[in-house]
Protein backbone atom coordinates (compact mmCIF):
# COMPACT_ATOMS: atom_id res chain seq x y z
CA UNK A 1 0.00 0.00 0.00
CA UNK A 2 2.38 2.30 0.70
CA UNK A 3 4.27 1.51 -2.58
CA UNK A 4 0.90 2.31 -3.90
CA UNK A 5 0.59 5.95 -2.61
CA UNK A 6 4.62 6.86 -2.99
CA UNK A 7 3.88 6.08 -6.68
CA UNK A 8 0.76 7.88 -6.80
CA UNK A 9 2.44 10.91 -5.52
CA UNK A 10 5.18 10.87 -7.80
CA UNK A 11 3.20 10.20 -11.16
CA UNK A 12 1.18 13.87 -9.48
CA UNK A 13 4.35 15.55 -9.36
CA UNK A 14 5.36 14.69 -12.96
CA UNK A 15 2.06 15.92 -14.58
CA UNK A 16 2.43 19.08 -12.42
CA UNK A 17 5.76 19.55 -14.01
CA UNK A 18 4.91 19.14 -17.65
CA UNK A 19 1.72 21.21 -16.67
CA UNK A 20 4.11 24.01 -15.37
CA UNK A 21 6.20 23.83 -18.59
CA UNK A 22 3.25 24.14 -20.82
CA UNK A 23 1.98 27.31 -18.62
CA UNK A 24 6.04 28.97 -19.32
CA UNK A 25 4.90 28.47 -23.58
CA UNK A 26 1.18 30.48 -22.70
CA UNK A 27 0.95 33.37 -24.63
CA UNK A 28 1.10 34.83 -28.58
CA UNK A 29 4.58 34.29 -30.17
CA UNK A 30 5.53 35.56 -33.80
CA UNK A 31 8.88 35.49 -36.09
CA UNK A 32 8.47 39.37 -35.74
CA UNK A 33 7.27 42.18 -33.80
CA UNK A 34 5.40 43.48 -36.39
CA UNK A 35 3.17 40.41 -36.69
CA UNK A 36 2.07 40.85 -33.14
CA UNK A 37 -0.29 43.23 -33.72
CA UNK A 38 -1.78 41.76 -37.04
CA UNK A 39 -5.47 41.16 -37.35
CA UNK A 40 -6.13 41.45 -41.41
CA UNK A 41 -3.50 38.76 -42.89
CA UNK A 42 -2.78 35.33 -42.23
CA UNK A 43 0.71 36.45 -40.48
CA UNK A 44 -1.02 36.31 -36.87
CA UNK A 45 0.32 35.61 -33.94
CA UNK A 46 0.72 31.76 -32.67
CA UNK A 47 -1.45 31.74 -29.47
CA UNK A 48 -0.67 29.14 -26.83
CA UNK A 49 -2.70 28.44 -23.98
CA UNK A 50 -2.51 25.58 -21.42
CA UNK A 51 -3.97 23.22 -23.35
CA UNK A 52 -4.08 24.58 -27.22
CA UNK A 53 -2.29 26.19 -29.71
CA UNK A 54 -4.21 28.80 -32.09
CA UNK A 55 -2.70 29.40 -35.82
CA UNK A 56 -4.02 31.72 -38.41
CA UNK A 57 -6.89 29.42 -39.61
CA UNK A 58 -6.48 26.22 -37.62
CA UNK A 59 -6.51 25.27 -33.50
CA UNK A 60 -5.04 22.13 -31.92
CA UNK A 61 -5.04 20.71 -28.66
CA UNK A 62 -1.79 19.96 -26.87
CA UNK A 63 -1.89 16.30 -26.11
CA UNK A 64 0.61 13.87 -24.19
CA UNK A 65 3.30 16.51 -23.14
CA UNK A 66 6.36 14.86 -22.60
CA UNK A 67 9.44 17.35 -20.81
CA UNK A 68 12.78 16.88 -23.06
CA UNK A 69 15.49 16.37 -20.12
CA UNK A 70 17.90 18.69 -19.51
CA UNK A 71 16.36 21.36 -21.93
CA UNK A 72 13.50 24.06 -21.31
CA UNK A 73 11.09 21.99 -23.61
CA UNK A 74 8.25 19.60 -24.40
CA UNK A 75 6.90 16.89 -26.73
CA UNK A 76 3.66 17.07 -27.87
CA UNK A 77 1.14 15.29 -29.58
CA UNK A 78 -0.97 17.90 -31.91
CA UNK A 79 -4.57 17.20 -32.22
CA UNK A 80 -5.35 19.57 -35.02
CA UNK A 81 -8.86 20.92 -36.87
CA UNK A 82 -9.28 23.85 -39.61
CA UNK A 83 -10.84 24.54 -43.11
CA UNK A 84 -13.02 22.00 -42.13
CA UNK A 85 -10.19 19.04 -41.90
CA UNK A 86 -9.04 17.05 -39.00
CA UNK A 87 -5.02 15.74 -38.26
CA UNK A 88 -2.55 14.99 -36.06
CA UNK A 89 1.21 15.23 -35.35
CA UNK A 90 3.77 15.08 -32.87
CA UNK A 91 5.68 18.93 -32.42
CA UNK A 92 8.09 20.74 -30.08
CA UNK A 93 8.23 23.32 -27.86
CA UNK A 94 11.46 24.56 -26.98
CA UNK A 95 12.02 27.83 -24.73
CA UNK A 96 15.38 29.45 -25.66
CA UNK A 97 18.08 30.75 -23.33
CA UNK A 98 17.34 34.43 -25.39
CA UNK A 99 14.03 34.09 -24.04
CA UNK A 100 12.56 33.34 -27.81
CA UNK A 101 10.48 30.43 -28.53
CA UNK A 102 11.44 27.14 -31.01
CA UNK A 103 8.36 25.59 -32.73
CA UNK A 104 9.46 22.50 -34.40
CA UNK A 105 7.14 19.80 -36.82
CA UNK A 106 7.11 17.98 -39.87
CA UNK A 107 10.88 18.40 -40.62
CA UNK A 108 10.43 22.55 -40.29
CA UNK A 109 11.14 24.97 -37.36
CA UNK A 110 10.23 28.44 -36.58
CA UNK A 111 12.15 30.77 -34.07
CA UNK A 112 9.40 33.10 -32.45
CA UNK A 113 9.60 36.01 -30.09
CA UNK A 114 6.56 36.89 -27.60
CA UNK A 115 4.51 39.66 -28.20
CA UNK A 116 4.36 42.22 -25.41
Known sequence: ????????????????????????????WAQNPEICNATNT???????SKTTIQFYESQCALTEPVNIRDMNGQLFDFVCAGEG???????????????TLTYASNGQSLILQRCE
Do not use: C, Y
Request: charged share 15%; proline share 2%.
Open 1 to 28: MTKIIALAIALSGLSNMAIAQTLAFEGA
Open 42 to 48: DLVPMRI
Open 85 to 99: ETWSHRGLLLLNTDG
